[in-house]
C-alpha cells in the first residue's frame, strides 16, 4: 500500500528528500547512501572518510551536492554545485578531495549544506530523467529524456550523449507502450506520484540490465509560476476532438485506395518545414489555400497521375499540421494503373511506411514510386516482391513507363513547358505591378482588394505551375540518384552535376557578391530580391527590403559559380544502355541531363517567382490590418478566407463575434498548439498519446571542419546578429535565410531539409561545412549548447 506524503513533508535538501522515501522502496531501489552537512565535516573529516569506507567497501560512489538552495519549489538550480561520479570509496585522498570539491563550489557560506555519497550502479541498461509536467508550460505530459547506449548514469543530466526522448500524455494507458523498459519508468513515475501527490517532479532514474528501478533524486519542477493556467484541461479537450477525427479518418474512404490512413508532419508538402509544427492561423490558411486543398492534386492530375477530386491533403489537428499519407500515395498512382493492382500497391506501401516510419520523410524515394528510375524495377522486386505478384510489378512498371514517357516526352517534356509559360507570365505581371511597398496608399477594402487578387493570382498560375515543376524535379532527381545507384555515375560526378545547373539561387548569389563588392546599387538588388523572407508564409517575418541592417558588415565567401558539366565517353555509354533497359523515351544521357537541369531550374525559378505573391499579399494584409489598428502579431492569428471575403461583403463581426474575440479565441488555439505533442507519424488513435520525438539521419555538407559559438536564429532575426565566425542554426532551409551567407558564418545546422535541399547546395557551393536536415532531438540538443564543432568528413560533431 502506498503512504501519500505531504509535500511539505518530503521535500528538503536532495539527501532528505531521499532518506524520506526509503521507507516507500518497493517498485523502486533507492541505491545506498549516506550524507553530512559541511560543519560535520569541518569538524571530523577523518571520522567521516572511515565511515564511507565501512559503508561502501571496494564500491565507487558518487559524491554529490545537496545545498539548502538546491531542488526547492522556487529554483532548481540544477547543474549549479559540483558533483563527482565513480569515486573509489576506499580511496581516503580521493574521498577528500571529491568532497573538498563539492563544498568549494558552494561558496563561503555553506555550513548548512551538504554532501550526499551515494553507491554507484552498475550494469545500467538505461537512465534518465523524467518530468512529470511540461518543463515550459506545464502541458500534462510525462517527458522521459534517456540513453540506453552508453550504459552511464548521468550522460542524460550532463548533456554527454544525444539522447532518445519521449512524451507521454499523463492518461497514456501502460499497455499502449511497446517498450517493457518504458513501462517501468512510467510505473516508477506513477509510484512516485502516488507517494507524494500530483506535486510536479523532477526525476533521475536509471534501469539495470537486471531490470531493477533505480531512483538517484526526485525535487520539484521549479518553473510553475510561469505555467499557463488551464492549458492541461485545453490539451484533454484537444486530444478527445482529434481522437473522434481520426477513427474516421484512419479507417477505410470512399474513393480513396488503402485500408488504412497515416498522417505524417514532412511527408509530400511538408508542413513541418513550409510553416512550422504549430503555425499560427494565417500562416496555416494561406497554406492549404494556395497549395494543399486542391493545387496539389491539380497539378498532378494534369501530369497524367491519379486524379484527387475533392480531397485535401493537409489536415489540421488541434492547430498541428499533417499531411494525410494515404491521399498522398494516392496521387502518385498513374491514372492507368489499374484499380485492383494500384491498391494493392497503396497497402503495401502505407504497410512498408508503418514498419518503417523513419522513411516519413522519403516517401517519394524510398516508399511508394511517382515515376520510372533505374531502381524501380529492383526496387519493386526487393521491397514488394512478398506481397506484389510479377503480374502486379508488372503492370505497374508498365503504367509508369507509360506515364514517364509522355511526362518526359523525349525531353520535350510538355506540362514542363506549359508551367515554365506559366510562371513567366506571372513574373510579367509582377514587372508590371512593380514593388509592393512602392505601391500607393488606398482604402482598407482595396488593400484587401490587392490582396485578394495577388493570392488568387499566385493560386491560378504560381503554385499550380510551381507543383508541375516541383514534380518534374522530384523525377529527375529520382533519375540521377539511380545513375549513382547503378554505378553510371559517381557521387563526386553526381555533385558535379548538380552544381553545373544555373539557377536563380545562383543569380542570387551573384547579386549579393555585386552588392558587397559596390558593383550593384543595393537598390537594384531589393528591386529583384526584395520579396524574400526567411518564412515564406509567415508575416511576422521581415522581407529583405525591410531589413536596413542586411549588408551592414557583410562579405561573401568566394566560389567558383557553376562549372560546366560534360558526361565522358563510358559514363554516356553507361547512361544509353540504363535508358535503354527502362525504356524510356529519351534520345540518351545529353537529353536526359538536359531535362534534369531544365527541371531543377525551373523549380528553383517557380518557387522564387509564386513566392513573391505570396510575400506581396503578406504586405497588403498588413496595410489592412494597420488601417483596423491591428498590429503584425494580430493579423498572425486571423484565417485568411474570412479576411479576404470582406471584399465580396461578407462580415468578418457578426453574431456579437467581434474582430478581437476572433484574435483572442485564436491565440488561445495557438497557444494549445504549441504546447500539445503529437508523435511525427500517426498511425493509430493510440499514438495521439504517445508522442516519441522525431530523430533523423543527418546530411552533412563538404568534407570539411568547422567550430564555434552557437547563434539560434528565426524568421524574425535580425541582420544585425553577430554571426562572424558562429555556427548558425535554423529550423527550416528556407531561401530567405540567405544572408546569413554575407556575415562570415563557420557552419550551419537545420532541423529539416534534405540533401537537395536549398540550403545544403549553399553550403556546399561555399564550403561550409553543415549539418542539414538533423531532426527534432538533435537540433534541440545542438541549439542548447553553447558551442559546436562539425566534423562532416567523419559525419560527427561535438557540443560544448
Given amino acids: 500500500m502506498i503512504v501519500q506524503v505531504s509535500r511539505s513533508n518530503l521535500f528538503g535538501t536532495k539527501s532528505e528528500t531521499l532518506e524520506r522515501l526509503v521507507p516507500h522502496q518497493g517498485q523502486f531501489r533507492i541505491p545506498e547512501f549516506l550524507y553530512f552537512s559541511t560543519a560535520e565535516w569541518a569538524h571530523d573529516a577523518a571520522r567521516l572518510v572511515e565511515a564511507i569506507a565501512s559503508r561502501f567497501g571496494t564500491r565507487p560512489v558518487a559524491v554529490r551536492s545537496s545545498a539548502q538552495v538546491e531542488d526547492s519549489q522556487a529554483s532548481s538550480m540544477a ?51 523524467a518530468m512529470t509536467h511540461g518543463l515550459d508550460d506545464g502541458s500534462p505530459y510525462y517527458t522521459i529524456e534517456y540513453d540506453d547506449e552508453t550504459g552511464a548514469t548521468d550522460s542524460v543530466t550532463a ?14 494507458g501502460e499497455a499502449h507502450l511497446m517498450s517493457p523498459r518504458m513501462r517501468q519508468v512510467l510505473r516508477l513515475i506513477r509510484t512516485l506520484e502516488g507517494i507524494v501527490g500530483r506535486v510536479p517532479l523532477d526525476i533521475e532514474f536509471a534501469l539495470g540490465r537486471d531490470d531493477k528501478v533505480y531512483l538517484f533524486q526526485v525535487r520539484q519542477i521549479a518553473a510553475q509560476s510561469s505555467w499557463t493556467p488551464g492549458l492541461g484541461q485545453r490539451i484533454d479537450d484537444a486530444l478527445h476532438g482529434i481522437e473522434h477525427f481520426l477513427t474516421d479518418r484512419l479507417g477505410p474512404r470512399d474513393g480513396v485506395l488503402g485500408r488504412r ?38 497539378a498532378r492530375e494534369a501530369m497524367g497521375y491519379r486524379p484527387m477530386v475533392g480531397e485535401a491533403l493537409m489536415v489540421g489537428l488541434a492547430g498541428r499540421p499533417y499531411i494525410d499519407v494515404r491521399n498522398s500515395l494516392n496521387s502518385f498512382l498513374p491514372a492507368t494503373l489499374p484499380e485492383p493492382e494500384a491498391e494493392r500497391l497503396v497497402d503495401a506501401a502505407l504497410d512498408r511506411l508503418a514498419a518503417r516510419p523513419e522513411l516519413h520523410d522519403k516517401v517519394e524515394f524510398e516508399v511508394m514510386p511517382t515515376g520510372i528510375d533505374f531502381r524501380t524495377e529492383r526496387f519493386l522486386e526487393t521491397e ?11 503492370s505497374i512498371l508498365a503504367a509508369y513507363r507509360d506515364l514517364m514517357n509522355r511526362v518526359v516526352a523525349d525531353g520535350t517534356a510538355p506540362t514542363l513547358q506549359d508551367a515554365e509559360r506559366r510562371i513567366a507570365q506571372l513574373a510579367a505581371r509582377q514587372q508590371a505591378r512593380g514593388p509592393v ?67 536563380v539561387a545562383g543569380d542570387f548569389t551573384e547579386a549579393m557578391r555585386r552588392v558587397v563588392t559596390g558593383t550593384m546599387p543595393e537598390a537594384d538588388f531589393m528591386a529583384r530580391f526584395g520579396h524574400l523572407r526567411p518564412g515564406t508564409y509567415d508575416v511576422l517575418s521581415p522581407r ?28 554516356r555509354a553507361a547512361i544509353d544502355r540504363l535508358i535503354a533497359e527502362a525504356g524510356l523515351g529519351l534520345a540518351g544521357a545529353d537529353a536526359l541531363l538536359s531535362y534534369a537541369r531544365r527541371a531543377i531550374a525551373g523549380r528553383e525559378l517557380g518557387k522564387f517567382v509564386f513566392s513573391r505573391n505570396v510575400s506581396d499579399a503578406l504586405e497588403m494584409l498588413a496595410a489592412w490590418a494597420e488601417a483596423r489598428g ?31 474575440d476572433r484574435i483572442a479565441q485564436e491565440r488561445r488555439s495557438h497557444q494549445c498548439a504549441a504546447s500539445l505533442h503529437l508523435s ?121
Fill in 630 to 660: 491591428l498590429g503584425r502579431d494580430e493579423l498572425s492569428h486571423l484565417d485568411i478566407g474570412p479576411v479576404l471575403a470582406q471584399v465580396a461583403g461578407e462580415a468578418i463581426e457578426r453574431d456579437g463575434f467581434s474582430l478581437h
Fill in 544 to 571: 529583405y527590403d525591410q531589413r536596413e541592417d542586411l549588408f551592414a558588415g557583410a562579405r561573401l565567401p568566394e566560389t567558383g559559380g557553376p562549372h560546366e558539366f560534360s558526361p565522358t565517353a563510358a559514363e
Fill in 384 to 394: 514488394y516482391g512478398d506481397v506484389l505478384g510479377a503480374d502486379d510489378r508488372r
Fill in 159 to 172: 548533456g554527454l550523449t544525444i539522447n532518445k526522448s519521449l512524451r507521454l500524455h499523463r492518461d497514456v
Fill in 680 to 800: 511525427f507519424i500517426l498511425r493509430s488513435v493510440d499514438e495521439l498519446y504517445i508522442a516519441p520525438q522525431q530523430r533523423a539521419e543527418p546530411n552533412y555538407v563538404t568534407k570539411g571542419r568547422a567550430g564555434g559559438p552557437l547563434r539560434l536564429l528565426d524568421p524574425q532575426s535580425r541582420a544585425s546578429a553577430d554571426l562572424e565566425g558562429a555556427v548558425v542554426c535554423i529550423e527550416s532551409a528556407d531561401p530567405g535565410f540567405d544572408w546569413i551567407f554575407t556575415h562570415g558564418i563557420a557552419g550551419l545546422v537545420t532541423k529539416y531539409g534534405g540533401a537537395n535541399s536549398h540550403m545544403a547546395i549553399r553550403c556546399a557551393e561555399f564550403g561550409i561545412p553543415a549539418i542539414i536536415g538533423c531532426g527534432e532531438v538533435l537540433f534541440d540538443q545542438i541549439a542548447r549548447a553553447h558551442s559546436v564543432e562539425i566534423d562532416a568528413a567523419n559525419r560527427h560533431f561535438v557540443l560544448h
Fill in 79 to 129: 547543474g549549479k554545485f559540483t558533483s563527482i561520479l565513480g569515486v573509489a570509496a576506499h580511496d581516503g585522498a580521493a574521498i577528500r578531495a571529491a568532497v573538498a570539491s563539492v563544498i568549494g563550489s558552494y561558496g563561503p557560506e555553506a555550513g548548512d549544506d551538504q554532501v550526499l555519497i551515494q553507491e554507484m550502479v552498475a550494469d545500467v541498461a538505461i537512465s534518465g530523467v
Fill in 261 to 298: 490512413g497515416i498522417l505524417g508532419t514532412m511527408t509530400d508538402w511538408n508542413p513541418a518545414e513550409m510553416i512550422g509544427s504549430a503555425p499560427r492561423r494565417l500562416a496555416y490558411s494561406l497554406y492549404r489555400r494556395l497549395i494543399t486543398d486542391d493545387v496539389w492534386a491539380i
Fill in 437 to 503: 511597398l512602392d505601391l500607393p496608399a488606398v482604402s482598407p477594402l482595396q488593400s484587401l482588394a490587392r490582396a485578394r487578387r495577388t493570392v488568387e493570382e499566385a493560386r491560378h498560375l504560381g503554385t499550380p505551375a510551381f507543383s508541375i515543376l516541383a514534380r518534374h524535379a522530384f523525377l529527375a532527381e529520382a533519375l540521377l540518384r539511380s545513375l549513382v545507384e547503378r554505378g553510371a555515375l559517381t557521387e563526386q560526378r553526381f555533385a558535379a552535376f548538380k552544381t553545373s545547373v544555373k539557377t
